[in-house]
């Protein structure tokens, strides 16, 4: 029997590898027990992770000065969307000015897939990703934000103002 064919029939045991899987678990564990101040771990509710700026969390929708959202319903969010998790309602604005506005805004955020291409594809701003995380619910119909848990939700405290108010005052020299 040659060296090669006895390494094929070492491999094709099972439990030589089991054992060397539970021994690498189980020296880690012994490590990670003697050593407590090299472990990467938090205490979750007194210590909380510090994400960067471009951390991409849940989503919010901008409003403007006057409190009314920024969001023209030009659908491109929910176009671009590839987990089709948004869905808009528009109606037309009593205001000559404005061509529409939305009447129903609404993410599904267990279909979504936090990738970002919502927020790139609204030409005004309309739509952020946030940096709050957290999405505490107990039955699927908590996971489907509307308006109301978008813009004007209290940890937003009175709502986002979109970057191209901040450009507008730049230019305009306030």
Request: net charge positive.
């Amino acid at each position: 029997m040659s060296l090669v064919h006895r390494q094929r029939a070492k491999d094709k045991w099972y439990l030589p590898g089991i054992f060397s899987g539970m021994g690498l678990t189980f020296r880690k564990m012994v490590k990670n027990l003697f050593n407590r101040e090299q472990m990467p771990t938090l205490n979750y509710p007194e210590q909380k992770f510090d994400y960067s700026p471009r951390f991409k969390g849940n989503h919010v929708l901008t409003v403007k000065k006057d409190g009314s959202l920024r969001c023209t319903a030009c659908m491109l969010c929910a176009t671009n969307c590839p987990a089709e998790c948004i869905r808009i309602t528009a109606a037309e604005h009593e205001d000559p000015t404005v061509e529409k506005y939305p009447i129903a805004y609404e993410i599904d955020i267990l279909r979504c897939v936090f990738c970002g291409f919502c927020e790139e594809a609204c030409p005004v701003d309309a739509i952020r990703m946030g940096p709050e995380w957290q999405t505490p619910g107990v039955n699927g119909s908590e996971f489907v934000y509307d308006i109301r848990h978008l813009a004007f939700r209290p940890q937003l405290k009175g709502g986002i103002v979109s970057v191209v108010d901040e450009q507008e005052r730049h230019k305009a020299g306030i």
